[in-house]
């Protein structure tokens, strides 16, 4: 939340969304979690989103939505559910869930699976854990950030690099600090 505020973008933890969302909306994304859990389908974001985006008359029900942080900025709000780096299979499914739900109530919000960093190398496509490939195509979903591209996108370009600079720097300090304490 203070990188994203330090870029000049508003941003809120914990942020709890009402959303509206048609009935049969709230069932497709029922069928499609289930199509992905049982490995009936593959994950596509751009496949899901458009099934739901369908449907528009019939029964609207309200539901609760809450993501890990939310940034509105140029006028764009984002959703970020963010994760650890290996997240289990509840909590990828409900982030999915969530950021759906958010998508069948405005498609122009912006949602995201956030993963801080990447311990399998330094791109997505680097990204081995096998858990949240069965909601989401971890390596080329655009609504899946992990690490450098996480980062950048909540701070702007550049705010990877700054992290990495700012924790190195700690570090040494710590290191000296703690090996003057022996």
């Known amino acids: 939340m203070i990188l994203a505020i330090a870029s000049g973008a508003e941003s809120i933890r914990q942020y709890r969304s009402q959303v509206n969302i048609n009935q049969g909306a709230v069932d497709e994304i029922e069928r499609i979690l ?28 309200v539901r609760d939505v809450i993501s890990d942080l939310w940034i509105k900025k140029n006028g764009i709000e984002s959703f970020l559910s963010i994760k650890t780096v290996k997240p289990n299979k509840d909590q990828t499914q409900i982030a999915k869930r969530n950021m759906l739900m958010l998508k069948a109530h405005n498609p122009n919000f912006q949602t995201y699976f956030g993963l801080y960093y990447n311990p399998y190398g330094d791109t997505k496509l680097d990204y081995k854990w096998s858990i949240p490939f069965k909601f989401f195509d971890m390596k080329t979903d655009k609504c899946v950030l992990i690490g450098k591209e996480y980062w950048d996108f909540i701070g702007g370009v550049g705010t990877y690099e700054q992290l990495l600079k700012i924790f190195g720097e700690v570090g040494n300090e710590t290191r000296d600090m703690i090996n003057n304490l022996l």
Do not use: M
């Open 34 to 61: 289930s199509s992905l859990d049982s490995n009936d389908a593959t994950p596509n974001w751009k496949r899901e989103t458009s099934k739901i985006s369908a449907f528009k008359k019939g029964n609207f029900v």
